[in-house]
């Protein structure tokens, strides 16, 4: 019989070759699901337009002025980075028959309809667009198709051996194939996808549960079924660190192997599939064979272009000095302008002259032949070029070829394949299953309204992937890790599994070689003079918790790398120092509160759905520090001083610093130092001798000689806006005093590394010592 069958991935495809021609039996035709429906699927005279195209296209629709209202920048790199939630929003709309009108009859929505309205005008816009040139896209082939009666007639039967979900669309797609043609669908059931039993039962065809059914679409019938029993064995394993999962996973693959188990016929899943990197750095023999590929976006060439975007958009000295690294000509560089519109052919000759066109690489050479033909006729400025080809490359991936024979692979690649052995690592809540972000723009109640996929539908398929990867394995074993405070997932739970152990790693499988890294003695510092350098609290403090520290930062002045992460106390500090450059105090909290905001608004780098949270978090939380300032300021206070930066003496020795605020009122001083974080170890009042935080007994020294009853406090921005007056002041400065002397006396130093490995995890010569997360 001329037959085709239908598989969920090109994996399950070689895996039923392979099986077929071990059994000495012809192979049947086959397919993948998605080119199945590509080939039954013909567009009238439409064309698919190409997924960077698109962008730009949806990009055009938006220019409409009520789009700003969905707080969507328009700006080709920040609309390009959000555009694909938009694209997910309309192409599930339309695979599941849902309009806007039924979105719109959800109470709960009721608060949107206004943004409702606006995505439904971008979708028309769109469409209107794409019309005018004559081509189609994803969201809208459900309402404008036509079957490919010829290609269907072909065979004389038609299996999809389902693994997962199917939408409306692609169930009515099939069942107006199944009038052509009989078609047959295999499925295993089990709590765990009842939504798409519900789906069939929906369409008149009651899949028994826990079972491997065989149903026939035309006739509306299950045609055979096998009950199946859901009792898993699985060895659960427990361990602290994340990448003691590495060591745990290769000594259980060696366990199966030594059983008898072929290495052919075993998995390593990695349901973060990022973990490859690291389980690659310790596969020294090559046993592993990473079925995900590795990622062009790793290699030398993607780098430099990284860092030539990066260099547009920041101009910081790091990145300048890492290109250079990679050997790019910097005179080169600085002769392209990132806002110079041009041609996509000058384009590619500037990356020629570059040497940043990789014609080694065959897919690359496809991926730049088709973009120079999609985009022939477009003018662009450089640096939207150079994104744009960024990412058209970061889709690229090369095959591992090293020939290693265990697989490894993500969970969506392990369906409609078995194996005899499966490791799972990474078995933690939050990672397994995986969080979705297609609720973007609709909630859970919606979703549950308009009979849409909710969280939980999805999260549940991912279980039933897992579920049918362990119930095919004559051994599994699944790990997970403790680190941060992390949870196993629930997931072991509703398996029934058995309760996790506390493993033994061989950590001997990662470190048994010699370390390639030359032994470092404790550096000295021979000629060490106190009073020749210009002390503050922050130095003195590294100096007294961290010798080595202090050696990197202040005597070979390696910098820290700049965050790229907003610094909240130091945006907030320089808030507060704008909120009284005008007004040294305030009468009303409304007043304060406005100017604020404003500020906070204002002098925010960002304006992304991150930093429109921040905004909301920070003047909430700013709430009660407006009160407790207005209160403060009609007790007669005001602001004299912001940021006073002011140096002197102490006991011999030289030291500066910078007040964030002082007030006075008729009698007093009040010296006010910010704090957005803890302050339980800068105020302590036992364990002096650990002391490490001198900063308000240098204020104090160097103050009192200027102001007549001077106070000291810290002033709690963030929690509850309170004042903490300093406490212990005068034993502290004793303490302090005892340092200068030691200080003065101390004419050489090791530089040795601290004792505690508390304070590792944040500092930024962590990699140095070789502490913190790089154990």
């Not at 929003?89 to 309009?99: C, I, K, M, N």
């Amino acid at each position: 019989m001329n037959s085709l069958h239908i598989y969920p991935t090109s994996r399950a495809i070689r895996s039923v070759t392979q099986r077929l021609l071990e059994e000495d039996r012809f192979l049947p035709s086959m397919m993948r699901m998605d080119e199945f429906e590509q080939r039954v699927i013909l567009l009238k005279e439409k064309q698919m337009i190409d997924p960077l195209k698109r962008i730009l296209l949806l990009r055009e629709a938006a220019q409409f002025e009520a789009f700003e209202r969905l707080n969507f920048e328009r700006e080709l790199i920040r609309f390009f980075s959000r555009s694909e939630d938009l694209f997910k929003f309309y192409e599930e709309l339309a695979v599941e028959h849902v309009d806007f009108l039924m979105l719109a009859e959800a109470d709960s929505y009721a608060e949107f309809s206004t943004h409702l309205e606006i995505l439904e005008t971008l979708l028309q816009r769109y469409k209107a667009l794409l019309v005018r040139k004559g081509l189609t896209d994803k969201a809208f082939i459900p309402g404008n198709y036509e079957l490919n009666e010829a290609f269907i007639c072909t065979y004389e039967e038609i299996i999809i051996h389902l693994e997962g979900y199917l939408s409306r669309f692609e169930m009515e797609l099939l069942i107006e194939v199944a009038k052509m043609t009989p078609l047959k669908i295999h499925y295993h059931t089990s709590r765990f996808n009842r939504k798409m039993q519900e789906r069939f039962a929906g369409y008149g065809i009651a899949l028994p549960n826990n079972a491997y059914v065989i149903c026939d679409i035309q006739q509306k019938k299950v045609l055979e079924y096998k009950p199946k029993h859901d009792v898993l064995h699985a060895e659960v394993l427990k361990v602290e660190e994340r990448q003691e999962q590495i060591a745990l996973a290769f000594a259980k693959i060696e366990e199966m192997v030594q059983s008898g188990i072929s290495p052919e016929k075993i998995a390593l899943i990695l349901p973060d599939e990022s973990f490859k990197t690291h389980f690659a750095l310790f596969d020294r023999w090559n046993n592993l064979n990473f079925a995900m590929g590795y990622d062009y976006s790793n290699g030398r060439i993607y780098k430099l272009l990284e860092s030539i975007w990066r260099y547009w958009q920041s101009g910081e000295k790091e990145t300048v000095v890492l290109m250079e690294r990679y050997g790019l000509n910097m005179e080169k560089v600085k002769t392209l302008s990132p806002s110079r519109t041009l041609e996509i052919e000058a384009f590619f000759a500037q990356l020629e002259i570059l040497d940043l066109l990789d014609t080694e690489n065959e897919r690359v050479r496809e991926r730049e032949y088709h973009f120079r033909v999609l985009f022939a006729k477009e003018v662009l400025p450089a640096k939207a070029w150079l994104f744009l080809w960024m990412k058209a490359l970061s889709g690229i991936t090369i095959d591992d070829i090293r020939g290693g024979k265990v697989t490894v692979m993500g969970v969506l690649e392990t369906r409609g394949v078995s194996f005899q052995g499966v490791v799972i690592v990474d078995f933690n809540e939050g990672v397994v299953p995986a969080s979705s972000g297609k609720d973007r723009f609709l909630n859970t109640q919606v979703r549950a309204f308009a009979s849409l996929p909710t969280r939980n539908d999805r999260e549940s398929l991912q279980k039933q992937y897992y579920k049918r990867l362990l119930e095919e394995a004559s051994q599994a074993v699944i790990i997970y890790s403790s680190s941060d405070n992390k949870l196993p997932s629930k997931f072991i739970y509703e398996l029934g599994l058995e309760e996790a152990k506390h493993a033994t790693v061989p950590l001997q499988l990662l470190y048994a070689e010699p370390s390639r890294f030359v032994e470092e003695t404790d550096p000295i510092v021979a000629d060490f003079d106190a009073s020749a350098v210009t002390w503050s609290a922050s130095r003195l403090k590294i100096f007294l918790e961290c010798k080595r520290k202090y050696y990197y930062r202040y005597i070979q002045k390696i910098q820290p790398k700049e965050e790229e992460e907003l610094n909240e106390g130091l945006f907030l500090h320089k808030v507060l120092e704008k909120v009284f450059e005008e007004y040294d105090s305030y009468e009303s909290e409304e007043e304060m509160e406005k100017v604020l905001g404003i500020l906070i608004e204002h002098m925010h780098p960002d304006n992304d759905a991150k930093a429109s949270y921040q905004k909301q978090f920070w003047q909430k939380k700013l709430t009660a520090f407006i009160q407790q300032q207005v209160v403060h300021f009609k007790n007669g206070w005001i602001v004299t001083q912001r940021e006073k930066e002011f140096a002197g003496e102490i006991g011999g020795l030289h030291f500066k610093g910078r007040i964030d605020r002082i007030d006075q009122n008729e009698t007093h001083t009040l010296v006010l130092d910010y704090k957005s974080g803890s302050i339980k170890e800068a105020n302590r009042t036992k364990n002096l001798e650990k002391l490490s935080d001198f900063q308000m007994s240098i204020y104090d020294h160097l103050l009192r000689p200027h102001y007549q009853n001077v106070q000291f406090a810290f002033l709690r921005i963030l929690d509850g806006g309170e004042m903490e007056a300093i406490t212990a002041l005068e034993e502290k400065n004793a303490l302090l005093e005892e340092h200068i002397v030691a200080l003065k006396q101390t004419k050489s130093f090791v530089a040795e590394k601290c004792e505690s490995l508390q304070g590792c995890k944040y500092c930024e010569f962590a990699l140095m010592c070789g502490r913190g997360e790089y154990l």
